[in-house]
């Protein structure tokens, strides 16, 4: 209930915030096309749905990231910070030099700015999470190399 309601919310968010025109907008589904997660940032078939972009009234950007089974991002930090909401399978988050943590529909994981981390399925399970990126000075995201299997896998 407490997914539901917070997806809810976070849905009118998006949908009346993406540009402040005269009235509310409603930007319908299916209006964005789905995008494959660029093989420089990501290992495995990534795909992402752009909810919304930052603009003049918004200093984030958010969008619907499914991996699937044994995809993952590459090492990166946010200027910013980023929130992800995991919405459905599981997955593994882990910060550099930390422990590969568990995240499953529900849970909420805040990364705070310049933390170097990674995130995306198990080996054996897909997962599908909301990532909100806080926008700094025009960038959401600073990418770096990609995770090894060994270190995925340890």
Known sequence: MK?????????????TTQAFAESTEVFGAGSRPTAKGPEANFTGSVMVDMLYSNNEHTGNSGG???FEPGARSAWHTHPAGQVLIVTSGSGWVQEEGGEKRSIRPGDVVW????????HGATDQTGV?????SNVKDGKAVDW???VTDEQYLD
């Open 3 to 15: 997914l539901l309601a917070t997806t809810a919310m976070l849905f009118s968010i998006f949908t």
């Open 64 to 66: 619907q990231v499914t």
């Open 111 to 118: 990364t705070p700015p310049g933390v170097k981390h990674w």
């Open 128 to 132: 599908s999470h909301i990532a909100v």
């Open 144 to 146: 770096m190399e990609k």
